[in-house]
């Protein structure tokens, strides 16, 4: 496991001078947290005035092994002294290595590589476009509180008006229906029909996981009826939740469930570690829909990018830290689940597979009734007090999505901090 090295102190009280550069120079779109970090060191974060964090978040669910790892940069340097980008014109070993690798981690089929989550899932669409164009099929079937980026196809792909407010109209051929509600899946499809996209385990929504009944009615739905399964593993994938996908390990104890397989899966976040790198791979019998000219991206795949990513599942595989993820997150969420019993009026539930786990607060918090802010916010910002990072999720829930190499250790202190947090909310 990672050797963390304890960085220099840096204490220079700045923060409103970083927020002032913000205010004036940066597009205000995001509602961002009052931190404004200098460094960070394998699950650790430090602010500018010097105070140290325990990072449950991971830039959501993206610096899969950590802050400053040394074997990334290690990669990021030896790569970018050979070659940084030749563009998707010519031919490289890094982007073959990768394609392959994932191949290998999915099934036979082959893989598009892009910049970003939103851009994987734009690949997917296009992909459904084509596979249903002939006949006249271009409808994609998703899901409510589903969230799948923010581009204006990704907005109306997303199960939640919120994203969509001010940007209509949507792009055409979205729908949404209720999630691990099959029926409503089935009734939804019409002739115009040509694929369903789903998260193994909604992310943005809340942290909740497909059923396995779901994910196997799916697929028989989509054989019946001609369609593409499409699975968002943007937040979910990349040994998150102990396997390499989610569907794999919801899957794994179930009759029949080592012989499902989409049709299409997006990846982003874990799979550069903080190095912006996303795609998509699709199974074989679909993987020459988008042939010469027409899908492309200028950055898909660098070799920098590639370089970085072949790296990342080296180590993880290397220190077993699927393993690592399912281990030290049944222990996580075995402690929240305790902590939800002996704190009933403030934990709800506790929600999750493997590194990716929700705690939903109860709705009625005292400490929360008449603010500005939603209770998952108020939350996190009571845990960032308490020297701990995780990710708000709509009005209830905050996330743990950690680096997939935390240590035990370290989810016993995040758990102390974590209750610390939740002790003061007893009304
Ligand atoms: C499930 C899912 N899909 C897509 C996206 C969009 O990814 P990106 O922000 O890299 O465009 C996200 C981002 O949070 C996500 O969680």
Request: aromatic letters at 8%.
């Amino acid at each position: 496991m990672k050797e963390i090295i304890p960085p220099p102190s840096i204490v220079r009280n700045d923060v409103a001078a970083v927020q002032a550069l913000f205010q004036k120079n940066v597009v205000p779109c995001y509602a961002r947290f009052d931190l404004a970090f200098s460094h960070g060191a394998g699950s650790y974060l430090w602010d500018i005035t010097g105070k140290r964090y325990l990072d449950l978040g991971a830039g959501i669910a993206v610096c899969c092994l950590g802050h400053a790892n040394p074997e990334i940069t290690e990669a990021l340097v030896e790569q970018s002294r050979r070659l940084v980008h030749v563009s998707n014109l010519y031919y490289q070993e890094p982007q073959g290595r990768l394609a392959q690798a994932l191949v290998n981690l999915l099934g036979p089929g082959k893989c598009f590589f892009c910049n970003s989550g939103a851009e994987a899932n734009e690949g997917l669409f296009k992909l459904a476009r084509k596979f249903g164009h002939d006949e006249g099929r271009f409808e994609i079937i998703t899901t409510l509180n589903s969230f799948h980026g923010r581009t204006l196809a990704g907005i109306a792909a997303t199960g939640q008006e919120k994203v969509k407010k001010g940007f209509e109209p949507m792009v055409p051929g979205f729908r949404h229906v209720p999630y691990n509600d099959l029926e409503a899946m089935r009734a939804a499809i019409s002739p115009a029909t040509a694929a369903i996209l789903i998260e193994g385990i909604q992310g943005e929504g809340g942290i909740t996981p497909a059923t396995p009944e779901y994910l196997l009615g799916l697929r028989r739905l989509c054989d019946e009826k001609k369609l593409l399964l499409l699975i968002d593993s943007v937040q979910c994938g990349h040994f998150r939740s102990g396997r390499f996908q989610s569907y794999q390990r919801i899957l794994e104890a179930v009759p029949g469930g080592e012989q499902f397989i989409p049709d299409g899966i997006s990846m982003a976040k874990s799979l550069g570690g903080g190095f912006p790198i996303g795609a998509f791979w699709v199974r074989e019998p679909f993987a020459d829909l988008l042939s010469a000219g027409t899908h492309a991206t200028t950055f898909g795949g660098t070799p920098l990018g590639c370089a970085v990513a072949l790296k990342i599942l080296e180590v993880v595989e290397r220190e077993q830290l699927a393993q690592n993820a399912r281990t030290v997150g049944n222990y996580l969420k075995t402690e929240l689940l305790n902590l939800a019993q002996r704190y009933p009026g403030v934990i709800k539930s506790v929600r999750g597979l493997g590194l990716m786990i929700g705690i939903e607060l109860e709705p009625n918090i005292r400490a929360f009734a008449n603010q500005e802010k939603t209770p998952a916010i108020g939350f996190v910002n009571q845990l960032h007090a308490a020297g701990v990072i995780t990710i708000p999720s709509g009005q209830h829930v905050t996330r743990l999505l950690p680096p997939l190499n935390l240590r035990r250790t370290e989810a016993e202190e995040g758990l102390k901090l974590i209750e610390a947090a939740v002790a003061q909310l007893v009304p």
